[in-house]
């Protein structure tokens, strides 16, 4: 970004919330404050005195927000030439900027998992269940770990659909990888129904992007100590939803394994 890329209109504010506020002695600081925040793609200036300026920085531009440009003769607004930085639209989404044919107006052409003017809102499908034949690794007896995302909530141990760890080694954990950060808002579990329904009668749900300690170190889905009674499938509500690539389910009994017979997550309630 260099200092010539921009352009001022005298007697206009862009209208949104800023996401800087800055009192400058000259306003080429806003300028350069503007070019050293890649965020930052135009400015409004307004001269407090003879030797003060407020300058807001904005995450946005004119040709994007132009409904938000207002007159006001106390400022000015300062934007890009070139008002396509890919950023503009989204720098996780892959959006692309699209000048309109006379040069007034962008818009984004959004990946097609987004939407919203800056492709900022991520779409998931409502009924899709991201856990389902995801990669599952666990604390033991990793071979069988898939079996817990399977698409099978069978209860019956010989059914071959349940996951079980041993009595050792303690801690238990099982976790899912979703490949990709996704939004969780809801878990439902299926627990082991022909016998030991109390295996799965003290455990925590963690959803996040950390692998430390296995991923149980990640926060918290609902409350710290959860219960499904044995052959019943729960739902757990994580609210707000949360974001992650990894969802652990971990017991916190460490006299006796930890088994379920299907897990599966939701991005909506
Ligand atoms: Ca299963």
């Known amino acids: 970004m260099k200092l010539k890329n921009f352009y001022h209109l005298h007697g206009h504010r862009l209208k949104v919330s800023p996401q800087a506020t800055l009192e400058v002695a000259k306003d080429v600081k806003c300028t350069v404050s503007c070019m050293r925040n890649e965020d930052c793609f135009s400015f409004n200036v307004k001269k407090i005195s003879s030797n003060l300026f407020l300058c807001e920085l904005l995450n946005t531009s004119k040709f994007l927000d132009s409904d938000n440009l207002t007159r006001d003769e106390n400022f000015a607004h300062w934007y890009l030439q070139e008002p396509c930085n890919p950023l503009l639209c989204g720098d996780e989404s892959q959006g692309k900027c699209v000048i309109d044919s006379d040069g007034t107006a962008v818009s984004c052409n959004c990946s097609e998992k987004y939407e919203a003017k800056r492709c900022e809102i ?13 990669p599952t690794t666990a604390s033991v007896r990793d071979y069988i770990s898939q079996r817990a995302v399977d698409g099978n909530s069978n209860s019956n141990w010989y059914g071959n659909s349940c996951y079980e760890t041993l009595y050792e080694p303690v801690p238990h954990w099982w976790r899912v990888n979703f490949e990709e950060e996704i939004q969780v808002a809801r878990v439902v579990i299926t627990n082991r129904g ?16 950390s692998l430390k300690e296995n991923g149980v170190t990640n926060p918290a889905c609902g409350e710290t100590h959860l219960a499904v009674p044995q052959g019943q499938t729960k739902t757990f509500a994580c609210s707000p939803p949360m974001k992650g690539q990894y969802l652990v389910i971990h017991s916190f009994l460490t006299d006796r394994p930890m088994v379920f017979c299907e897990v599966q ?3 909506y309630p």
């Not at 991520?122 to 995801?134: E, S, V």
């Not at 030991?196 to 959803?207: A, E, Q, T, V």
Request: charged fraction near 30%; proline fraction near 0%.
């Open 122 to 134: 991520r779409i998931y499908d409502a009924k899709r269940n991201y856990a389902l034949n995801k």
């Open 194 to 209: 022909d016998c030991c329904g109390d295996r799965l009668s003290n455990f925590g749900i963690k959803i996040g992007n």
């Open 265 to 267: 997550a939701y991005a």
